[in-house]
T-cell receptor
């Protein structure tokens, strides 16, 4: 069974540009979560999608957005990139939250802002 | 004060030693997770528990809901156990669906 896959592995952008990160969940998982891990900081929750809808978002500005497609894959978009957006972005997937299922993580996309 | 506190921040052990990592939380939770993050960044879910104790190989996780405390134990530690161990909680209520993370414990096991 394929795990959670994220692309690209690395992404280099400059300030002001836009970045798009992609995530494919484990087959059968309908929930996708996005997390940010900035250097020296712990993991922080960004967004949660389930069944195509945004269910919750963390304390991040609106330039962080995303969507979930009918096949449950997801995109995270970051507009007007700032230097402090440099971080490892992790995607996780699970069965629906009500089932209280563990989250399975991808290997992440490392975003570097120059 | 962080909602999830881990101790110690850093831990160095000799191969074979028994290791304990602690996690305290201040919010009501529906579940607690222990995660392992290797230097490359990928995260592996070790345990999800809401009560009692779970065991998988040399790893044991316990949780005391009344005391809002969990421990992760590693028996007969090995250099391949070297990683960052992260405690995370699922907060029922306003933060439903997402995890709140501790800052992690960096474990280094020397041969």
């Amino acid at each position: 069974e394929a795990g959670v896959t994220q692309s690209p592995t690395h992404l280099i952008k400059t300030r002001g540009q836009q970045a798009t990160l992609r995530c494919s969940p484990i087959s059968g998982h309908t929930s996708v979560y996005w997390y940010q891990q900035a250097l020296g900081l712990g993991l922080q929750f960004l967004l949660w999608y389930d069944e195509g809808e945004e269910r919750n978002r963390g304390n991040f500005p609106p330039r962080f957005s995303g969507r979930q497609f009918p096949n449950y894959s997801s995109e995270l978009n970051v507009n007007a990139l700032e230097l402090e957006d440099s971080a490892l972005y992790l995607c996780a997937s699970s069965f629906r939250v009500k089932a209280n299922q563990p989250q399975h993580f991808g290997d992440g996309t490392r975003l570097s802002i120059l | 004060k962080n909602e999830v506190e881990q101790s110690p921040q850093n831990l160095t052990a000799q191969e074979g030693e028994f290791i304990t990592i602690n996690c305290s939380y201040s919010v009501g939770i529906s579940a607690l997770h222990w995660l392992q993050q290797h230097p490359g960044g990928g995260i592996v879910s070790l345990f999800m528990l809401s009560s009692g104790k779970k065991k998988h190989g040399r790893l044991i996780a316990t949780i005391n809901i009344q005391e809002k405390h969990s421990s992760l134990h590693i028996t007969a530690s090995h250099p391949r156990d070297s990683a960052v161990y992260i405690c995370a909680v699922e907060n029922y209520g306003g933060s439903q669906g997402n995890l709140i993370f501790g800052k992690g414990t960096k474990l280094s096991v020397k041969p």
